[in-house]
């Protein structure tokens, strides 16, 4: 049912009886006037590409009823055209500039569900702003015609904090109860009041505040170009470095001594080379270090095997 589960619960509460996967098969009546229905039971409403394409089985119901009222689908009536009219219609709708909104008759404009396939409110309203706007321009006008109906100001930097912010409930719009609703047109929903309003307005999560933020700078880059410029740098400490090739793949992970003479020997042995990093540690990276005493806590030694193994726990 293409119905949100809000509109649903409003239903009942007024006391309709929902019927899902059933559709009308028949419309009977006796002596002039409606007394039943026959229902049939619909087992899918979608084809395998997602198309409405509704499927019945051959259960059917037949339900007691005295008015039926048709509520689906939706078409434009046309018969305020008569059949000499000089606007065009096209396939039960009128032919409209895409742009202006303006129909085959110079100086009249159409827009909403009698141009396209029936939308949502605010679509025609969108037509309706666009057409105004070709309006305007028409009469000798710029086609402006936005106003401000708020103008706003910079938004507070400030991040304050509120105790117990996190568990604040949102605050439920006040209705109409349903027994009185069922018996008028008025609107549903009532609003806030202004209490209630400053209160769901205090939730804000001031996500605008964003749109303030510079750039944030990036982590410091701690991979070097491989040149002697730049291994001079480098301690004569102590360390481990890793050598990398121009798509940073990583070619050599080592440990030293002393990191400079090191990488300077490599400088003159390696022509893949194109960047390096090192670490000031004991001969480990730190996360090798971290590894390894993961192993010793484990099982109480060093991994016996040598190189090879390392470079299988690494």
Known sequence: MPASPWELEQAKAEGIEILPSWGADRIISEDGAVTSMDLVECTCVFDDDGNFCPEFSDKKECILVDQVIVAVGQAVDMSFLKDNS??????????????????DVKGVYAGGDVTQAPGAIIHAIAAGRQAAASIDRALGGSGAINEVLFARGNPDPHLGRDEGFASWSRIKVPELDASTRVSNFQEVSVGFTDDQAVAEAKRCLQCDLRL???????????????????INEVPEEEGVFQLYDEERNVLTIKGTANLRQELLLALDDNEKV????????????????????????EHGEMPGGGADDLDDLF
Not at 278 to 297: G, H, V
């Open 86 to 103: 000089q606007i065009k219609i096209d396939k039960g709708l009128v032919v409209v500039d895409e742009n202006t909104f303006e129909t």
């Open 212 to 230: 303030q933020l510079g750039c944030n700078p990036s982590p410091p880059e701690h991979v070097f170009p491989f040149d002697e410029e730049n």
């Open 274 to 297: 194109a960047w390096f990093e090192f670490e000031e540690n004991k001969m480990f990276s730190q996360r090798e270090s971290a590894l390894i005493q993961k192993y010793l806590q």
